[in-house]
């Protein structure tokens, strides 16, 4: 099982760059790397996955560096509806689940 | 874009009492799932649903616990007996098999026991 640390909060303000780093140390060759994002009293959105290397969609980038040992969601410009909880998430619980731990509690200021 | 959906958004109930969760998954979707969320704390796995059976359940979910599939379009949750402790927000997801990784929520029904 591959545990996830992250940042507990974080804040920034409207129209920066914001990056969420997540440790991932004992990661498992075949793990995939998720990010969920989850507003107050809504379920979590899938935001954006990947396994190596940089993933970019439309909401976020995702950079994986080669040991895949930790990566880090961007999220570009952020307003103030990005206060949210993020979430990432490696790999399968025993019950080949995801797993979830306390997510890092993003606040945006005006 | 497609949904899930649950029904309701907000459920109260005695002690003791049964309450069943209602969810419609996104329709081309074949697995389905329950999480439950305690305020303040961690998303926590309930159990998948594949091919009309559970397919993989947590310590969480007992006997008290049941799931249903009972049409094309529904999946419900039925908690019996509630007890306090089951007060929370329960979530549905869905996810087509194919992007394992990627699930899809509803927005959550919260349960209060009283």
């Known amino acids: 099982l591959a545990k996830t640390t992250q940042p507990i909060s974080m804040d920034s303000y409207e129209g920066q760059e914001v990056n969420i780093t997540c440790s991932h140390n004992?990661?498992?060759?075949?793990?995939?790397i998720t990010w969920y994002q989850q507003f107050p009293s809504q379920g979590p959105r899938f935001i954006i996955q990947?396994?190596?290397?940089?993933v970019t969609n439309e909401v976020a980038s995702l950079f994986i560096p080669a040991d895949r040992k930790s990566s880090t969601l961007s999220l570009p410009r952020v307003s103030l509806s990005d206060t949210a909880v993020y979430y990432c998430?490696?790999?399968?619980?025993?019950?080949?689940?995801?797993?979830w731990g306390a997510g890092t509690k993003l606040i945006i200021k005006p | 874009e497609p949904e899930v959906t649950q029904t309701p958004s907000h459920q109260v109930t005695q002690m003791g009492q049964e309450v069943i969760l209602r969810c419609v998954p996104i329709?081309?979707?074949?697995?389905f799932y329950w999480y439950r969320q305690i305020l303040g704390q961690k998303v926590e796995f309930l159990v998948s649903?594949?091919?009309?059976?559970?397919?993989?359940k947590s310590e969480i979910f007992d006997d008290q616990f049941s799931v249903e599939r009972p049409d094309g379009s529904n999946f419900t949750l039925k908690i019996r007996s509630t007890k306090l402790e089951d007060s929370a927000m329960y979530f549905c997801?869905?996810?087509?098999?194919?992007?394992?990784?990627?699930?899809?929520f509803g927005p959550g029904t919260r349960l209060t026991v009283t």
């Open positions: 329709s081309n979707h074949l697995y």
């Open positions: 998430l490696v790999g399968w619980d025993s019950n080949y689940q995801l797993i």
């Open positions: 990947g396994y190596k290397t940089k």
């Open positions: 004992n990661i498992a060759t075949n793990d995939y």
């Open positions: 997801a869905s996810s087509d098999g194919v992007q394992i990784y990627e699930q899809y």
């Open positions: 649903f594949y091919n009309n059976e559970i397919s993989e």
